[in-house]
C-alpha cells in the first residue's frame, strides 16, 4: 500500500472522476458557449454559422453600449466612492473601544441576505406611495421621487442597494487586516505624538494596502458580473436605463430567446472582465511591495 | 503485481463514485416501477386481469391561473383535471402554477429550447409563441384529436394563430376584447358623461387630473400593458386592417397614421393621463389602484371583469365598475367601432407523449373545451366562448359588466387582432423597448416606429428567404 501510494498514477485514478465532472459541467459548456456565439442559434432551430455577426451586431447594438456604459457606472461607484468608505467605516470601527462586536455584526448582517430579499426590501423602501425614503421626504415638503421609475434615478437607487448589500462584507475583510497589525505600532507612533488622524492615513493604511487591493479588485469583478439585484429591483428597466451587460444577456437570451446573440455577449463580458482584472493587476497590485511587519 | 493490484482497485473504487452518481438517477424509476407491480400479485402469465391492471402515471400542467383575480378560471381548471383524472385510469396531473409573463416568456422558451415543455401547458397564440413552436415540432398536431372528438366545426373562426399549414397545434380558451372600464362612482361624483365619444372621454380625463385621480391606472413595467393601448389606437388611427399588414409589408409601423398612435400615447403621458411612475408599476398595481379609486378609467382586457364580482379581489367596486369600447377617434380611419378582439390564451400539448398520455389528453380536451365549460367561462368568469354557444346559453349572462363586454363586441363593425399574435417576436420585442423609451421621454414618436420598422423590415425579409 505504501508502494502505491508513491506511484503518481494512483492520485491521477482519484482524481479522474472530479476530472470527468469538472470537464462535463465546465469545460464542455464553455467550449460549446464560444461555438453557439458564433450562430444564429434561437433555441428551437438548428445553429447556423454566421461568422463574427453577433459580435458585431453587439457593439453596434446602443442598448447593449448603455448597459457596458452602466456597468462602468457601477465599477466607478464602487471603486471611488465604495471603497474610501469602506476603509474610513473600518477605522473607525476598529477604533471603537465598546460594543466592537456589535458594529461588526451589524454592518456584516446585509451580506447574510440573499440578494432576492435585499432587492425587495429596497423595492418598498423606494415605493412612491408608501415607502419609507418618500415619506421622509414629505416631511420636509419634497415631492415624490419614483425612484425606480424615472430613469434618472433608478440607476442611483441601485447604486445604493448594491453598495449597501457589499460594504459590510468588505469592512470585515479590511477590519480583520487592522486588528491584525500589531499594536505596538500604533502605539509608538503615539508616544511620538502622532493624532489620530495621522496614525490612521500614515500608518494603518499604508500597512493594510494589500487588503485594499484585493477589496478593489473583487469590487471590480463584482461590478461587472453584478445582475442579480438588477433583475429583482428594475428587471432592467425604466426604458433599459438600469440594463447591465449580465442582465440584457439573460434577457436577449432567455426572454427572447436569441441564444446565440446571448451567448456571443455572455464571451464580450468575459473577455471584458478578465482585461479589466489583468490591467488592475499589472498596472497597480503588482507595483506595490508586500508589506512585512 | 501488487502494485498493478492497487491501481486497478483504485480506478475501482473511485469510479465506482463516479457511477453511484451517475446511476442513482436511472434506477429512480425502476423502483417505482417495482413497487407498483409489486402491489399487485405476482405477475403470472395466465392472468387475465392484467388488462386492467392501472398502471400509474403522472403528467405535467403549466397554468397561469394563479392569484385572486384569476381565482373563477383556476376553479374551472380544477374541475376539468378531477374529472380528467377521474375518466383515465391511474392518471395524475402535476399542476405547475406560473405567473403569465414568466411562463410565457422565460420558462416556456427555455423548456422549448431544452426539448422538455411540459405535457400540458398555457400556450398564446400567433407567430412568437405556438406557431414558433410548432414549426420546430414541439407541439402535438391536434387536428386527428379534433376530428375524433368531433369538435373540428365547434370553434368559431379563431384557431388560425394556433395553426401552421391548416394544421391545429393548440386551441384558445376564450376570447377577450380590449376597451375601457371606467369607475361609475367616481364619474358620477364629478359629474361625468360616460366615456362613449372623444370629447366625453377627454373632458373625463381632464376634470380627474384637476381633482387629483389618475385618468387612467397603467403599470407599464411590463410594457405589454401599454402595448395594449397602443394596439387599439393603431387599429382606429391607421385603420383594423393595418395589424395583420405589417408582416406583410402592406402596412408600415412608420407611416403617418400609425406614428400618430404613438404620438396620441405620448401626449397622454404627457398630460399626465397615465399613472405617474407607470413605468415602475407592475400590471397588478394597475388593477390595485383602479381598485382603490385613485383611477377613474383604465384600458383593460375584457378578462378583468371577473375581478369586480362581489367575491372577487375588486370587490370594493362591485357594480360600480363599466366597461365601454375606446370612442370613435375624431381623425381615425376606417371603421370607428372596430374594436380589439383575441384568442389568444389557451392550451398547448408536448409533441412527446406516450399512449396513456396521449389518452389523457383527448380526457383532458374533451372535458375542457365543452359546451358545459365554455358556459362556465362565460358565466362565472366572463371570458367570451371561443367554441360555438346556443343563443340561449349566452342569454344566461346576468353579470351587468359581461353583457357590455358582449354589447361591445356585438356593436363592433369589425375586430382587429393584437400585434403581439402577428408579428414575430423580434419585432414585438423592439415594440416593447421602444414604447417605454418613448414613455421615458428618451426617443420621439417617429424614431420609435423607425426602430420597429427596422426590425420589421429585417424579419420580413428573413421570412421571404426561407
Not at chain 1, 109 to 113: G, K, Y
Not at chain 2, 327 to 336: R, S, V
Given at each position: 500500500m505504501k508502494n502505491a501510494l508513491r506511484n503518481p498514477y494512483v492520485y491521477l485514478m482519484f482524481v479522474l472522476p472530479a476530472i470527468a465532472l469538472y470537464f462535463l459541467f465546465f469545460i464542455y459548456p464553455m467550449l460549446m458557449s464560444v461555438y453557439y456565439g458564433f450562430t444564429d442559434w434561437d433555441g428551437l432551430s438548428k445553429p447556423n454559422f454566421i461568422g463574427l455577426d453577433n459580435f458585431i451586431a453587439a457593439f453596434s447594438d446602443p442598448e447593449f453600449r448603455s448597459s457596458i456604459l452602466n456597468n462602468i457606472y457601477i465599477l466607478l461607484f464602487s471603486c471611488c466612492v465604495q471603497v474610501p468608505i469602506i476603509v474610513v467605516l473600518s477605522l473607525v470601527i476598529a477604533g471603537v473601544r465598546r460594543l466592537q462586536g456589535f458594529y461588526k455584526t451589524t454592518v456584516f448582517?446585509?451580506?447574510?441576505?440573499s440578494t432576492s430579499v435585499i432587492g425587495i426590501l429596497w423595492g418598498y423602501i423606494y415605493d412612491p406611495d408608501v415607502g419609507l425614503l418618500n415619506n421622509l421626504l414629505k416631511l420636509f415638503g419634497a415631492g415624490p421621487i419614483y425612484w425606480l421609475a424615472e430613469p434618472q434615478w433608478a440607476m442611483f437607487a441601485i447604486l445604493i442597494t448594491n453598495a449597501w448589500q457589499w460594504v459590510g462584507f468588505y469592512i470585515v475583510l479590511m477590519l480583520a487586516a487592522i486588528l491584525a497589525i500589531p499594536k505596538d505600532i500604533d502605539e509608538a507612533a503615539g508616544i511620538d505624538g502622532a493624532t489620530g488622524v495621522q496614525r490612521a492615513w500614515h500608518l494603518t493604511v499604508p500597512l493594510i494596502k494589500p487588503v485594499i487591493n484585493v477589496v478593489i479588485m473583487l469590487s471590480i469583478a463584482g461590478a461587472l458580473r453584478v445582475v442579480d439585484i438588477v433583475l429583482v429591483m428594475t428587471g432592467g428597466g425604466p426604458a433599459g436605463a438600469t440594463e447591465v451587460m449580465a442582465s440584457y444577456m439573460v434577457n436577449k437570451a432567455i426572454k427572447y430567446g436569441e441564444y446565440g446573440y446571448g451567448t456571443a455577449l455572455s464571451i464580450i463580458i468575459f473577455v471584458i472582465a478578465l482585461v479589466l482584472t489583468a490591467l488592475y493587476q499589472i498596472l497597480i497590485a503588482r507595483r506595490q511591495e508586500r508589506v512585512e511587519y | 503485481m501488487k502494485k498493478t493490484c492497487t491501481f486497478v482497485l483504485a480506478a475501482t473504487l473511485a469510479l465506482s463514485a463516479l457511477l453511484a452518481g451517475c446511476g442513482g438517477g436511472g434506477s429512480d424509476p425502476a423502483s417505482t416501477g417495482g413497487t407498483d407491480t409489486g402491489s399487485s400479485p405476482p405477475a403470472s402469465s395466465g392472468e387475465s386481469g392484467s388488462t386492467d391492471k392501472v398502471e400509474k402515471f403522472t403528467m405535467s400542467l403549466r397554468h397561469i391561473q394563479i392569484g385572486e383575480p384569476q381565482k373563477f378560471r383556476k376553479a374551472i381548471l380544477d374541475d376539468v383535471v378531477k374529472k380528467t383524472e377521474e375518466e383515465v385510469p391511474g392518471l395524475k396531473f402535476e399542476l405547475d402554477g406560473l405567473e403569465d409573463s414568466v411562463n410565457r416568456f422565460t420558462k416556456l422558451p427555455a423548456e422549448m429550447a431544452a426539448g422538455n415543455p411540459p405535457k400540458i401547458m398555457s400556450l398564446f397564440g400567433g407567430a412568437g409563441d405556438a406557431q414558433k413552436y410548432a414549426k420546430a415540432g414541439r407541439l402535438l398536431d391536434l387536428t386527428p384529436i379534433l376530428e375524433e372528438l368531433g369538435l373540428k366545426d365547434k370553434f368559431l373562426n379563431v384557431l388560425d394563430p394556433f395553426s401552421v399549414d391548416g394544421k391545429v397545434y393548440g386551441l384558445p380558451i376564450g376570447g377577450n376584447a380590449e376597451g375601457i372600464f371606467y369607475n361609475t362612482d367616481i364619474f358620477q361624483q364629478y359629474g361625468l358623461n360616460p366615456p362613449t365619444t372623444w370629447d366625453d372621454l377627454i373632458k373625463a380625463a381632464d376634470t380627474l387630473k384637476e381633482n387629483g385621480i389618475t385618468p387612467f391606472a397603467v403599470g407599464s413595467k411590463g410594457a405589454w400593458v401599454p402595448n395594449m393601448t397602443i394596439n387599439t389606437f393603431i387599429g382606429r388611427l391607421a385603420g383594423p386592417e393595418t395589424i395583420t399588414g405589417f408582416t406583410t409589408g402592406a402596412a408600415k409601423w412608420n407611416s403617418p397614421d400609425v406614428v400618430a398612435a404613438y404620438t396620441l400615447y405620448k401626449e397622454w403621458v404627457d398630460k399626465g393621463y397615465f399613472t405617474k411612475g407607470e413605468l415602475g408599476k407592475e400590471y397588478g398595481d394597475m388593477l390595485n389602484d383602479f381598485v382603490a379609486g385613485k383611477a377613474g378609467m383604465m384600458f383593460d382586457g375584457s378578462w378583468r371583469s371577473s375581478a369586480f364580482k362581489n367575491d372577487a379581489v375588486g370587490a370594493a367596486v362591485a357594480g360600480k365598475v363599466a366597461f365601454v369600447s375606446?370612442?370613435?377617434?375624431?381623425?381615425?380611419?376606417?371603421?370607428?367601432?372596430s374594436v380589439n378582439a383575441n384568442y389568444g390564451e389557451g392550451y398547448g400539448f408536448s409533441a412527446d407523449l406516450n399512449d396513456n398520455e396521449l389518452k389523457a389528453v383527448k380526457a383532458f380536451i374533451k372535458n375542457m373545451y365543452s359546451d358545459e365549460m365554455q358556459l362556465r367561462g362565460l358565466l362565472e368568469d366572463g371570458v367570451l366562448p371561443s367554441m360555438k354557444l346556443s343563443e340561449a346559453s349566452v342569454a344566461q349572462v346576468s353579470d351587468p359588466l359581461v353583457k357590455q363586454v358582449l354589447d361591445v363586441l356585438n356593436g363592433a363593425g369589425a375586430t382587429f387582432p393584437h400585434f403581439d399574435s402577428v408579428v414575430q417576436s423580434k419585432v414585438y420585442t423592439e415594440t416593447e423597448t421602444q414604447l417605454q423609451k418613448l414613455i421615458a421621454g428618451n426617443v420621439t414618436p417617429q424614431e420609435a416606429a423607425d426602430a420597429i420598422q427596422k426590425v420589421q423590415d429585417a424579419e420580413n425579409a428573413a421570412a421571404a428567404a426561407e
Open positions: 448582517m446585509p451580506s447574510i441576505l | 375606446l370612442p370613435p377617434l375624431p381623425n381615425g380611419k376606417g371603421d370607428q367601432t
